[in-house]
Nanobody, 116 residues
């Protein structure tokens, strides 16, 4: 069974940094696109950043220049480095991965809270 497990969330003051990790475990042949989404209370889930197997990246306008997505294919892990955090970044952050032969999977989410 393939699973995604996020870690690294927490409480941080505005201007601070956090690094999220998401490990894909199980019987894996390949992982294509990986991404991070977030959902704030009362709002729809939105794309934060995505990265292809070739490390091409895409970011939401609201996080460009502050967040960096990266991946370690040997470890089946995707990261999200978040700098200059703002209160409006507060949300549950979910990772997803397009796993070959399995499909699109989601992690359970990790809470990020930014205090002003």
């Amino acid at each position: 069974q393939v699973q995604l497990v996020e870690s690294g969330g927490g409480l941080v003051q505005a201007g601070g940094s956090l690094r999220l990790s998401c490990v894909v475990s199980g019987s894996i042949f390949s992982i294509n696109l990986m991404g991070w989404y977030r959902q704030a209370p009362g709002k729809q889930r939105e794309l934060v950043a995505a990265i292809t197997s070739g490390s091409s990246t895409n970011y939401a306008d609201s996080v460009k220049g502050r967040f960096t997505i990266s991946r370690d294919n040997a470890k089946n892990t995707v990261y999200l480095q978040m700098n200059s955090l703002k209160p409006e970044d507060t949300a549950v952050y979910h990772c997803n991965a397009d796993v070959g032969g399995v499909g699109l999977l989601w992690g359970q989410g990790t809470q990020v809270t930014v205090s002003s």
